[in-house]
């Protein structure tokens, strides 16, 4: 890859500034799911254990007022990152100042602090200014002046231009690199759009085809085969005179959904059959239809056709990219379709498999395929801007080597 990784940048001895993805679930002060503070931890561990000092920056949910604080204090983290680590992790609960340059003062190689949330600096004076979430020019150049080097592990906020990212690092020119996290991440997604091994094949499901939309039409290109699951699919049966009955459909996406279809030939795979619902409830009467939905049903799963055609298409693929489920997975009576394609996609052990979105990786976890997965990418929007074919500004910003 063309960028800086934190293997490239001295560390000995220096103030290594590192924005990490802590954005986890708190509850009552104690951290729920810290899969994503495991997954920073390669990087971090590799800075201390190199004599770096690591400073580290995260976002943590949203901040709109003084009153979101509180809830939002990222002290919980700490706590856990100092239990993974088995070392003292200091916490700094302000995200500028001199309490916070004296801790960064008085650190010794091998330290690592954690800085307050960074959208705390979204809300100054009870006024919703978004400096951070702003990329305030100001911010990112007084986060800079901190430390020597920047490391960006973030893939989650890759999409995203703020201060803690692309403001700290287009102030340290030559000096910003990746994490390991970040690298794996852009290798893959990078690799899987870019270069893939052929067959190379998409599967997009979820509920909306206004959310996916850009990603079809970059991966139109790109892809040999791309398989529509979920909601989103019966927006493409509207658009071909397909009855879809009380199912999800875009009224305003039909047309984009035809030009879609125009331009796809017969790369666009779409379900043959489905579990259609007398209601949106797990406990609703169901029955499997090929083509038309008739009128007070909605299909909530593909059917067994459809899985077995996706199967066949999906068989000798070398490069998979999935992204969104095939049906209403919370619901487990319409979970069956995701999980029968989460499995098969396991089997696949000759093809690198990636799912990408906070959807579809929460599905592939829950069915318990995830480890037989290549790789589970751990950005939802990054991944799709990625997918999309777009600059992510998180990566642009990062020094080229
Ligand atoms: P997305 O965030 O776009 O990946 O969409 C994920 C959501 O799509 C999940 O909450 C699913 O329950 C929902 N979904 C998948 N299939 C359907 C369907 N056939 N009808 C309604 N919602 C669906």
Known sequence: MAKLTVEDLPLEGKKVLMRVDFNVPIKDGVVGDDNRIVAALPTIKYVIDHGGRAILFSHLGRIKKEEDKPGLSLRPVAERLSNLLNKPVTFVPVTEGKQLEDAIDNMKNGDVLLVQNTRYEDVKDGEYVKRESGNDPELGKYWASLGDVFVNDAFGTAHRKHASNVGIATNMPGKAAAGYL??????????????????FVAILGGAKVSDKIGVIDNLLDKADKIIIGGGMAYTFYAAKGIKVGNSLVEKDKIDVAKQILDKAGDKLVLPIDNVVADKFNNDADTRVVEGDIDDGWMALD??????????????????????????????????KGTLEIGKFLGTLTDATTIVGGGDSTAAVKELGVADKLTHISTGGGASLTYLEGNELPGIAAISDK
Not at 182 to 199: H, Q, S, T, Y
Not at 304 to 313: A, H, L, Y
Request: overall charge negative; glycine content about 8%; aromatic content about 10%.
């Open 182 to 199: 970040m690298e794996k991440e852009i290798k893959f997604l990078g690799d899987a759009v870019d270069n893939p091994e052929r067959p």
């Open 302 to 335: 593909i059917g067994p056709k459809s899985v077995e055609e996706f199967k066949n298409v999906l068989k000798d693929a070398k490069t998979v990219v999935w992204n969104g489920p095939m049906g209403v997975f919370e619901m487990p009576n319409f979970a």
